[in-house]
């Protein structure tokens, strides 16, 4: 059986993708509003156990599954020479240039947004109540954007192999 290289990172990267976009929309659509509910729920058992025991994996799962799709996304245009093309527009603006930047930029949202401010309201590093208030709000503003910018990203992924955008 001979391996086909291309198929395989992009494989990959789809796999790495699901991870990644699978977690932010589990965030967004369900712990988020489940943290919320709980926190109000003033005789139910609190939101504790969610950002002791599931917060930290999902986050973990999540970080490193975004760097692995854009790692696997970067290597599968760099194995055919279309990287830098792609990223600089030098061939005009393409499907697949436009995906990669949202793609980059959402990483840049994963690694300098989310996750350093996640740290603080988890309590991994220090921080008062005051930077706690705003790193709330940075981190969720942050992965809303995301989940906004994932449907276009994905559009463009999509359209890419399969005869161009929706609209
Ligand atoms: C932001 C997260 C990303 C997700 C969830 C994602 C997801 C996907 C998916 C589902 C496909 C398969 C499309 C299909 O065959 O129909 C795909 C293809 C691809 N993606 Fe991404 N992607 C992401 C970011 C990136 C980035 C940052 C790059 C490059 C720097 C990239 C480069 C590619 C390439 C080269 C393909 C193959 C296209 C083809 O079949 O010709 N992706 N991606």
């Not at 279309?82 to 393409?94: D, K, R, S």
Request: aromatic letters at 14%.
């Amino acid at each position: 059986m001979e391996i086909n290289t291309w198929s395989l990172i992009v494989w990959l990267h789809v796999f790495a993708g699901i991870i990644w976009i699978g977690l932010l929309y589990y965030f967004n659509f369900v712990q988020v509003p489940a943290v919320a509910a709980a926190t109000a729920d003033s005789n139910g058992p609190g939101p504790a156990a969610i950002s002791k025991y599931i917060a930290p994996p999902a986050l973990a799962w999540f970080r490193w599954g975004a760097l692995a799709t854009w790692l696997t996304g970067a290597g599968a245009l760099s194995y055919v020479g279309e990287f830098v093309p792609n990223m600089l527009f030098t061939n005009g603006i393409t499907v697949i240039g436009i995906g990669a930047w949202l793609g980059t930029i959402m990483l840049f949202n994963v690694w300098g947004l989310i996750w350093p401010n996640q740290k603080k309201l988890l309590g991994m590093v220090e921080a008062t109540d005051a930077q706690k208030a705003t790193a709330k709000k940075v981190a969720f503003m942050a992965s809303r954007t995301n989940t906004l910018l994932s449907i276009p990203m994905l559009m463009c992924m999509v359209g890419h192999g399969h005869g161009g955008l929706p609209f």
